[in-house]
């Protein structure tokens, strides 16, 4: 009997995993059984994604919706938890995260540090959770007999064009969407949707309930504007340097006066603070009785 | 009115079940679009019994819904009104009031709904104060209990006298088909009350699950298509419970199309008992006009 031996590398097809979408708590294909292919730098594709359509937004805005009331009602300290637990999760993907980098194209070096940024940025939102309602929260000094205090709510439902900056960004826009109570769909229209789909198996492992986070792959202008003009999508965080873009979206977005935040960075490193989180709440003001 | 015994003792066909789940999943993979997706909402929102049925439903929450019966969405004036309103006996007068004169009816459970566990004479007497207070149709529950220990001559016999009891007023049985468990005893009880007297038979008080699923809904048209063929006579049928979705919706409209024809796309045959599907087809109808996904937030409760 000849003694077995693994195929020769040359021998071997290799096998392209299809990077499926992340909606409510699954991974299922697009609806229109689309799919493009995710190419190196060199044009070698790497893998398949999904080509998603408007009703993949129409889905995935009903899964965010579903989730949003759930999601809110967790305590600030508990969201903490789970967007720590999102980084620990990273963490323990690290390499799987640079290889992925690395196949887009970014230096080693490089890579190893934009995986190591993103989860320090989990770890920042994590802390702001329970905080920043504290912070930006006020008694305010009204002039009648009226105990007058604002108080900071989640939007709802956050639709997310994602930056080119594939992971770093990526984490930069979703955390502090998610830390302040809103779910969200994200778009992932770049040239690297990889991390964005692996990001999703990482959410899936990390306590964080289905349909909080929704990563849709894809083409913008396929995708952009039924999530802009959506009615059931209370706020808008375009991740994009490019204005016409940003503008499309933002007239689209008046049908059901949508709050709009545009973010224009190439470069994420240093973009993470509490006003990103505020930026994606609304203030509720009360004006409460008293005295005679 | 036929005698109990002879009543009772027929045989219902036998059930393929694998047969009734693939004809369904055939049947559910029609596309709807467009001009023909239009149409079929609008022919869902006639069919509608717009129903609360809760404990806590007040005069109030009554009127309200008598209200959103008679408006749908006001930025859309040229929709068609529901057919009915679904309430508990207490209310109908309420509803009656309310409804005078628009067209829609106002229908009532009975019979001691959900459960049917009552005395039939407490169940007669229901019916009969609520055909009184105005109730054009009466949504009757058979006792499960009795049908399920084989007992069919007092099931036909109580389906008789609640017919009896409704006089003018439209029957319609409820089945409970999630407590029957086959197929072949939703196959039976259907046939059951069509002899006896239904004018509608519907699978569900809404209240257990499962409730109206596809292959249930498929045995009962196809028991009604076979009372048609044997007699002449068109039953109507309700589906209630769990279909919430217009798309639901539209793949029942499908089934029935292509079990009983197009007579039955009639208000006057086919219903469904829902309390959120109004909402979803408004949405779709929305959507289909302006292009852009419509929200719930949008839509009177």
Request: aromatic fraction near 6%.
């Amino acid at each position: 009997m000849s003694e077995r031996r693994p195929a020769a590398a040359a021998d071997r097809l290799p096998v392209l995993k299809t990077h499926k979408v992340y909606v409510g708590g699954k991974f299922p294909r697009s609806e229109s059984g689309r799919f493009d292919r995710a190419l190196a730098p060199d044009g070698t594709p790497i893998a398949n994604i999904c080509r998603c359509s408007r009703k993949d937004v129409r889905d995935a805005v009903t899964a965010a919706r579903a989730a949003q009331a759930g999601w809110a009602a967790r305590t600030a300290y508990n969201r903490g938890q789970i967007l720590y637990r999102i980084a620990e999760m990273l963490e323990g993907r690290s390499g799987q995260f640079e290889a992925l980098l690395a196949a887009g194209g970014t230096a080693p070096d490089e890579a190893a540090a934009e995986v190591q940024a993103a989860t320090d940025r989990l770890l920042h939102y994590a802390g702001w959770t329970d905080k920043f309602q504290q912070v930006f929260s006020s008694v305010n000094p009204v002039a009648t007999s009226h105990f007058n205090f604002s108080i900071l709510e989640p939007m709802g439902v956050v639709g997310v064009l994602a930056p080119e900056s594939p992971l770093l960004g990526l984490v930069s826009s979703i955390a502090p969407a998610i830390a302040g109570g809103n779910t969200t769909v994200v778009l992932v229209t770049g040239s690297q949707p990889l991390p964005a789909t692996t990001l999703g198996e990482v959410l899936n492992s990390s306590d964080v309930p289905g349909g909080v986070v929704n990563i849709l792959t894809g083409r913008r202008d396929e995708m952009l504007a039924p999530l802009a003009a959506h009615r059931d999508v209370d706020g808008l965080l375009l991740c994009s340097p490019d204005p016409d873009v940003t503008r499309s979206a933002e007239i689209e977005a008046v049908h059901n006066l949508k709050r709009v935040a545009v973010r224009g960075h190439e470069d994420w490193t240093d973009i993470q603070s509490p006003y990103e989180i505020t930026d994606l709440q609304e203030v509720k003001t009360t004006w409460h009785p008293i005295g005679s | 009115m036929q005698s109990s015994t002879a009543t009772a003792s027929f045989e219902s066909p036998p059930i393929d079940t694998v047969g009734v789940e693939e004809r369904v999943a055939r049947l559910c993979s029609r596309s709807i679009k467009k001009d023909a997706k239009l149409h079929a909402l609008h022919l869902t929102l006639s069919m509608i019994d717009l129903t609360t049925l809760e404990g806590a439903d007040s005069e109030g929450k009554v009127r309200q819904l008598c209200a959103k019966a008679l408006q749908l969405h006001a930025a859309l004036p040229d929709l068609p009104h529901v057919a009915a309103v679904c309430v508990y006996p207490a209310l109908v007068g309420v509803a009656r009031r309310a409804l005078e004169g628009s067209g829609i009816n106002v229908a009532s459970v009975a019979t001691s709904f959900p459960a049917g566990q009552a005395p039939i004479e407490i169940k007669l007497l229901e019916v009969r104060k609520a055909v009184e207070a105005g109730a054009d149709e009466v949504d009757m529950v058979i006792s499960r209990g009795r049908f399920l220990a084989g007992d069919f001559a007092y099931t036909a016999d109580e389906i008789a006298s609640v017919k009896e009891a409704c006089g003018e007023a439209h029957l319609k049985v409820i089945l409970e088909t999630g407590e029957l468990g086959t197929l072949d005893a939703v196959r039976r009880a259907s046939d059951l009350a069509m002899r006896s007297g239904a004018d509608f038979i519907k699978t569900s008080t809404g209240k257990i699950k499962p409730a109206a699923t596809m292959p249930v809904v498929l045995v009962m048209l196809e028991a009604i298509r076979d009372h048609y063929l044997r007699t002449g006579e068109k039953i109507g049928m309700k589906p209630a419970g769990g279909i919430s979705t217009a798309k639901d919706a539209i793949r029942h409209l499908v089934m029935v199309r292509e079990t009983l024809g197009q007579d039955w796309l009639d208000p006057d045959l086919y219903r469904f008992g829902a309390s959120s599907l109004a909402n979803d087809v408004l949405r779709q109808i929305v959507k289909q006009g302006s292009g852009i996904y419509q929200s719930f937030d949008d839509f009177s409760l």
